[in-house]
Structures are given as structure tokens and as C-alpha cells.
């Protein structure tokens, strides 16, 4: 498989996304432009089709389902009732950092499974995980050149 399409797949990746596509790409000899391009692409893709499909989903469980209905309606009711003043608040914010930072377990899966929760409008929470993916690669693509950097100073 070309190397393009390896990262592309791998950052298709939920939770590990481009956090591990990236450093890959580089180590396949991509250039740092292909391989944020393909990352990128690769992350934001299952981020947008999940939100999309997400409703679809939800709502065949709750009709399918009594129990799925009744865990689902106390997800949601609870998250909202928890969580949302502070969440109305700070929404954009809040999705885009979680979506920019490059630790596991954040990313446009996270961010995606967040916007659901609270009802975040779908183009809205789209562009957050563009932006924000964008910032992950950019901070990933810095920190690995710097550690690069540090290790040939010891070679």
C-alpha cells in the first residue's frame, strides 16, 4: 500500500488518530506536507460521518430498543443537566481544545462524541474539528522535529 493511504487509513484510526499517522508518515519518508495533508484527511473524515450518523443511529436504538431508549434518554438527560451552563459557555472553545490537543483519548472521535452529547449544530462542530485537527498536526508535527532535533545533537 502506498505510504499516502497508510497514513490516510491509520489516522482513520478512533482515539489514536493523528497522534500516531503522523509520526508514521514521517518515519515513511513523506514530506511534512503529505503527511499532514493525509493525516488531516484521514482524521476528520470518521469524525464527520460518526456526527452524521450519529442521530440515525441514536434514534433506531431508542425505537428498537426499551432499554437502549431508557439508557440513552439518562445519558443524555444526565450529561445535558450536568454539564450544560458551562458547556453553553465555552462550547466552541471547549470542542476545539479538545480536538486540538495531542494527547490520547482527544481528538475529532472526541470531539465528534462531545458535539452529539450536547446538540452542537453539525457544520459548527465540523469546522472545530478541522481547526483543530489542523492545530493537532502542527503541534505533533513541532514537538517531533524538536525530538528529532535533541537526538542527532547526542548521534
Known amino acids: 500500500m502506498p505510504p499516502e493511504l ?7 484510526t478512533p482515539f489514536l488518530e493523528i497522534k500516531l499517522a503522523i509520526p508514521l508518515g514521517l518515519k515513511l519518508g513523506l514530506s511534512k506536507t503529505s503527511t499532514i495533508a493525509f493525516a488531516t484527511a484521514g482524521t476528520i473524515i470518521p469524525a ?3 456526527l452524521a450518523a450519529a442521530t440515525p443511529i441514536t434514534n433506531f436504538l431508542r425505537k428498537n430498543s426499551p432499554i437502549m431508549d431508557k439508557f440513552l434518554t439518562f445519558l443524555f438527560n444526565k450529561t445535558r443537566k450536568d454539564h450544560s451552563k458551562s458547556f453553553e459557555k465555552y462550547e466552541a472553545l471547549f470542542i476545539f481544545m479538545l480536538v486540538a490537543t495531542p494527547l490520547p483519548g482527544t481528538g475529532a472521535s472526541a470531539g ?11 457544520w459548527k462542530a465540523c469546522s472545530l474539528f478541522i481547526l483543530g485537527t489542523i492545530v493537532s498536526a502542527l503541534l505533533l508535527l513541532t514537538g517531533i522535529e524538536s525530538i528529532f532535533a535533541l537526538t542527532s545533537l547526542f548521534n
Open 6 to 12: 497508510t497514513v490516510f487509513f491509520l489516522a482513520m
Open 112 to 122: 465528534a462524541l462531545i458535539a452529539y452529547l450536547f446538540g452542537v449544530e453539525y
Open 48 to 50: 464527520m460521518v460518526g
